[in-house]
């Protein structure tokens, strides 16, 4: 029996997608990638984009191809079997791997980029938000998605 698409599908023009913060299987980001590919596949992505740098470092860590991953929400999958597959796939990862790597990427505020121009735009987007200046690129992402959306 063929699976449906999702019809949990999120209209990213009226509402954000779920915060950075958010976790599923303990991964960080996951819960929002699902939110990003589930919209694009429906046209309902807005100005969100599906496999961009965020989503990016969240496939490189656990090494799962974004195609896979589109195909997989393309099905019509749930959050429960997308955590699973995601788990199941790619490189093998411990709990503690994943909760070590989810807390270091919720910090992330690019103290230690290698590109100066990213502490830069991040700490401009930051001031932009009333958010302190070493503020974490989740948090500018939650603000950011607050404020696209107040009416």
Known sequence: MAKKAPTNVKDLTKEPPRSPHERLGGFVILPRTIDKCRALLAGKNGEYKFNCGLDRMFFDFKGIDAEAFRKLAASGASDEEITDWVEENGEP???????????????????NSDDPED???LEKQNARLGLPKDGTLFD??????????KK
């Not at 990862?93 to 103290?111: G, L, P």
């Open 93 to 111: 990862k411990s709990e503690a791997d994943i909760k070590f790597w989810s807390e270091e990427f919720e910090r992330e505020n690019y103290k």
């Open 119 to 121: 502490k830069e735009w």
């Open 140 to 149: 500018y992402l939650d603000a950011d998605d607050e404020a696209s959306f």
